[in-house]
């Protein structure tokens, strides 16, 4: 008998669908999947990709977010290959250089998208998804490609912004994915009976917690429309109509119905149950709107870059905080270590800030085609000088606090000297964040002019947010310049776009 590891996440949806097979999965406005229609179309879609004969190959998939995206993932991880989800509204350009570093095997898509597809950089092959999703199952194939992959071969590959203007290609193996979604389930006791509400894109990080929670423990997923995050009283509708009690959104998203007090227009109080958020800070000030409004819901902040499979800490909000105060990322988690080095490489001790590292299962195998910026943030363990151990840097700075708890506190690159002193533009934004009257704000350097440039939503002059600030933080913190916006720029992630706020220094 040959006994084999269930080291694939193809696994867990063979076990939901035999369980719960009439359950909905993955719901879309109008649209819907249940466990066993999720499996047996993506291994119609499995039995397609193998019939090509690719093994461990990147395939891409080029759809509009929805429920049939999700069956391509499935298809693809069923195939023993991975999948690379590319976003049918990134400009050429952008796609044009994913295209470059990925060189796909195989692009899975629809009738109607193919042909922006083949104005790309690609002459490689196309599997039409509504012909794919229905075709003939292989079993014997499907299990023989299961059987011939390994835990650590690649489930996915998310392309980030380089800063090189070369996007990198974070590759996530099976194992990461069964490492962190086994934490999250268990840490928020996830079960058949929960109801997530999807924000994140499906290219984003953050996705990977809905769907594959879902997956696991035949909890029901529902892709919110995206529309909807602009119309908080109509998003919390949706949420109390499907019975939505878990969402897992980045602060801005969060931050939007804050704002608008939406909750007392709708109230969710007897329905949502759990509250996580990940991507940026989530500013003290709305989530103590949250709290007031929703006191018996579980809040919890999680940080991580993607290259640790979406999170690597976490803290559970379990005491007051006052507006000002920043909100702890917390410990990390389950089989996950955090090393916090200074410049010299040392672990950070007391308040020290350094840069947060992190070794374990989750880490990702390096950027896909990429050795240089591979190696530049993937490096051996300083602390370990007697045996090969990667950890990743994040580029993240960060303390503890007197609990033990790390803080947050910018990215490197938002660190400046300015006047001589070291600045940390994030503490500046916690501070204007914490004001009554400022909802969303963003801090840049102007090394040109030499100056710290505060950009916020809203109408309000520098004199008075100085004054206001002054108390928070010292006098060559206060920002030389304040550009008032009607609306802040915000990425394709939901997060405040800082790439289009540098373009108006
Ligand atoms: P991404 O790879 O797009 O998920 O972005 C990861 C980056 O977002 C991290 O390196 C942090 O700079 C930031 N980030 C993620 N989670 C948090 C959080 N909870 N608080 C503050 N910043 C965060």
Same mark, same amino acid.
């Given at each position: 008998?040959?006994?084999?590891?269930?080291?694939?996440?193809?696994?867990?949806?063979?076990?939901?669908?035999?369980?719960?097979?009439?359950?909905?999965?993955?719901?879309?406005?109008?649209?819907?999947?249940?466990?066993?229609?999720?499996?047996?179309?993506?291994?119609?879609?499995?039995?397609?990709?193998?019939?090509?004969?690719?093994?461990?190959?990147?395939?891409?998939?080029?759809?509009?977010?929805?429920?049939?995206?999700?069956?391509?993932?499935?298809?693809?991880?069923?195939?023993?290959?991975?999948?690379?989800?590319?976003?049918?509204?990134?400009?050429?350009?952008?796609?044009?250089?994913?295209?470059?570093?990925?060189?796909?095997?195989?692009?899975?898509?629809?009738?109607?998208?193919?042909?922006?597809?083949?104005?790309?950089?690609?002459?490689?092959?196309?599997?039409?998804?509504?012909?794919?999703?229905?075709?003939?199952?292989?079993?014997?194939?499907?299990?023989?490609?299961?059987?011939?992959?390994?835990?650590?071969?690649?489930?996915?590959?998310?392309?980030?912004?380089?800063?090189?203007?070369?996007?990198?290609?974070?590759?996530?193996?099976?194992?990461?994915?069964?490492?962190?979604?086994?934490?999250?389930?268990?840490?928020?006791?996830?079960?058949?009976?929960?109801?997530?509400?999807?924000?994140?894109?499906?290219?984003?990080?953050?996705?990977?917690?809905?769907?594959?929670?879902?997956?696991?423990?035949? $909890?029901? /997923?529902? @892709?919110?429309?995206? #529309?909807?995050?602009?119309? &908080? *009283?109509?998003?919390? !509708?949706?949420?109390?109509?499907?019975?939505?009690?878990?969402?897992?959104?980045?602060?801005?998203?969060?931050?939007?119905?804050?704002?608008?007090?939406?909750?007392?227009?709708?109230?969710?109080?007897?329905?949502?149950?759990?509250?996580?958020?990940?991507?940026?800070?989530?500013?003290?000030?709305?989530?103590?709107?949250?709290?007031?409004?929703?006191?018996?819901?579980?809040?919890?902040?999680?940080?991580?870059?993607?290259?640790?499979?979406?999170?690597?800490?976490?803290?559970?909000?379990?005491?007051?905080?006052?507006?000002?105060?920043?909100?702890?990322?917390?410990?990390?988690? $389950?089989? /996950?270590? @955090?090393?916090?080095? #200074?410049?010299?490489?040392? &672990? *950070?001790?007391?308040? !020290?800030?350094?840069?947060?590292?992190?070794?374990?299962?989750?880490?990702?195998?390096?950027?896909?085609?990429?050795?240089?910026?591979?190696?530049?943030?993937?490096?051996?363990?300083?602390?370990?000088?007697?045996?090969?151990?990667?950890?990743?840097?994040?580029?993240?700075?960060?303390?503890?606090?007197?609990?033990?708890?790390?803080?947050?506190?910018?990215?490197?690159?938002?660190?400046?000297?300015?006047?001589?002193?070291?600045?940390?533009?994030?503490?500046?934004?916690?501070?204007?964040?914490?004001?009554?009257?400022?909802?969303?704000?963003?801090?840049?350097?102007?090394?040109?002019?030499?100056?710290?440039?505060?950009?916020?939503?809203?109408?309000?002059?520098?004199?008075?947010?100085? !004054?206001?600030?002054?108390?928070?933080?010292?006098?060559?913190?206060?920002?030389?310049?304040?550009?008032?916006?009607?609306?802040?720029?915000?990425?394709?992630?939901?997060?405040?776009?800082?790439?289009?706020?540098?373009?108006?220094?």
């Amino acid at each position: 008998m040959v006994i084999r590891m269930k080291a694939n996440v193809t696994y867990w949806l063979d076990e939901s669908a035999e369980r719960l097979p009439d359950k909905t999965a993955f719901a879309e406005e109008g649209k819907s999947v249940t466990f066993r229609e999720l499996q047996s179309q993506a291994k119609a879609v499995a039995t397609q990709i193998i019939g090509k004969g690719l093994f461990k190959k990147p395939v891409v998939v080029y759809m509009e977010k929805g429920v049939d995206v999700l069956v391509s993932f499935m298809g693809a991880a069923y195939s023993g290959n991975f999948y690379s989800p590319v976003d049918v509204d990134m400009p050429a350009a952008r796609v044009n250089k994913i295209l470059e570093v990925l060189e796909p095997a195989l692009v899975i898509t629809t009738a109607a998208l193919k042909e922006t597809f083949e104005s790309y950089d690609y002459s490689g092959g196309f599997l039409l998804f509504e012909e794919a999703c229905h075709g003939e199952i292989r079993e014997e194939q499907i299990e023989a490609a299961r059987n011939k992959g390994i835990d650590t071969d690649l489930l996915y590959v998310l392309f980030t912004s380089g800063s090189t203007g070369v996007p990198k290609g974070v590759t996530i193996t099976h194992r990461s994915v069964i490492d962190y979604i086994d934490w999250v389930t268990e840490t928020f006791g996830i079960t058949a009976q929960d109801s997530f509400g999807n924000q994140a894109p499906f290219y984003f990080d953050n996705s990977i917690l809905d769907i594959y929670s879902t997956i696991k423990t035949g $909890a029901t /997923t529902f @892709i919110i429309p995206k #529309n909807l995050f602009a119309q &908080p *009283v109509l998003l919390l !509708e949706y949420l109390k109509e499907k019975e939505i009690n878990t969402i897992f959104w980045v602060p801005s998203a969060l931050i939007v119905v804050a704002k608008l007090k939406a909750f007392r227009n709708v109230d969710v109080s007897e329905t949502l149950k759990r509250v996580l958020f990940c991507g940026e800070v989530m500013p003290n000030k709305q989530l103590n709107v949250w709290r007031k409004f929703l006191p018996d819901v579980l809040y919890a902040n999680l940080y991580g870059p993607t290259e640790i499979t979406d999170a690597c800490t976490y803290y559970i909000v379990d005491r007051e905080f006052a507006d000002d105060e920043p909100l702890p990322i917390g410990v990390p988690m $389950a089989n /996950t270590d @955090i090393l916090v080095l #200074n410049e010299k490489n040392e &672990p *950070v001790t007391g308040d !020290e800030i350094g840069e947060l590292c992190v070794r374990g299962t989750s880490l990702s195998m390096g950027y896909y085609h990429n050795p240089e910026k591979t190696r530049e943030a993937f490096v051996q363990n300083p602390l370990n000088p007697f045996v090969p151990e990667i950890i990743y840097r994040t580029g993240d700075l960060v303390k503890y606090n007197e609990y033990g708890e790390i803080i947050y506190l910018s990215r490197k690159d938002f660190q400046i000297k300015h006047m001589g002193h070291r600045i940390e533009l994030g503490e500046i934004e916690t501070a204007v964040s914490s004001l009554e009257e400022v909802s969303l704000c963003c801090c840049l350097y102007d090394e040109k002019r030499q100056r710290i440039v505060l950009f916020l939503e809203g109408e309000l002059e520098k004199a008075f947010i100085n !004054e206001r600030i002054s108390g928070l933080v010292p006098e060559y913190m206060l920002p030389g310049k304040v550009i008032c916006l009607e609306k802040m720029p915000i990425n394709a992630n939901g997060k405040i776009d800082r790439v289009k706020l540098k373009e108006r220094l």
